[in-house]
């Protein structure tokens, strides 16, 4: 069974920079997919961050692209996300999740709270 | 890029079908497959459709979805509602460089 699972700094002070990292067990990154951040603000609906593919090949989303990196260490079976410059419009509750026909899996989110 | 609109809310009662919409606002809706996730509250999503129409092992037939180039969205439709329907409802598309979430729906089961 393939599973996600976030991990992260709950808390991160404005202009600093977000990490986080998803484990992905149950499956070789390095076979396939292409691997995805989503983040979801208190209340609010779903945006996506980006995807990383398996080749470390990147797509962002044009709104975030600026302070969005993404990477993948196959060596760990583990994809990382990190966002420069953040503002409490980046506290969410941030998810991992596989790319195929659909999102298909999902970590079970970690709530980023930005603020000093 | 384009948006993907769909309405805040919508209630029904048990047993009976609601579809919720999702109106792409530029470009085609056939030009790319829709998915629909369900979103129970303190929950990661799940998919209940990906491709349009197609329904994951384990999500019920009562699930469906469908495109209508006409009015350039998407549908999902539930038939029999049950109390356990009553969750957040997404959907999403994308193009050649980027992923694009709906708003969401909350559906109420009355």
């Known amino acids: 069974q393939v599973q996600l699972h976030e991990s992260g700094p709950g808390l991160v002070k404005p202009s600093e920079t977000l990490s986080l990292t998803c484990a992905v067990s149950?499956?070789?990154?390095?076979?396939?997919?292409?691997w995805g951040w989503i983040r979801q603000p208190p209340g609010k609906g779903l945006e996506w961050i980006g995807n990383v593919y398996h080749s470390g090949s990147t797509y962002y989303n044009p709104s975030l692209q600026s302070r969005v990196t993404m990477s993948v260490d196959t060596s760990k079976n583990k994809f990382s996300l990190k966002m420069s410059s953040v503002t409490a419009a980046d506290t969410a509750v941030y998810y991992c999740?596989?790319?195929?026909?659909?999102?298909?899996?999902w970590g079970p989110g970690t709530l980023v709270t930005a603020s000093s | 890029n384009f948006m993907l609109t769909q309405p805040h809310s919508v209630s029904e009662s048990p047993g009976k079908t609601v579809t919720i919409s999702c109106t792409r606002s530029?470009?085609?809706?056939?030009?790319?497959?829709v998915q629909w996730y369900q979103q129970r509250p303190g929950s990661s999503p799940t998919t209940v459709i990906y491709?349009?129409?197609?329904?994951p092992s384990g999500v019920p037939d009562r699930f469906s979805g469908s495109i209508d180039s006409s009015s350039n969205s998407a549908s999902l439709t539930i038939s029999g509602l049950q109390t356990e329907d009553e969750a957040d409802y997404s959907c999403q598309s994308y193009d050649s460089s980027s992923q694009v979430f709906g708003g969401g729906t909350k559906l109420t089961v009355l």
């Open positions: 491709e349009d129409n197609q329904r």
């Open positions: 999740a596989r790319w195929g026909s659909s999102f298909d899996y």
């Open positions: 530029s470009g085609s809706i056939a030009s790319s497959y």
């Open positions: 149950g499956y070789s990154i390095s076979s396939g997919y292409n």
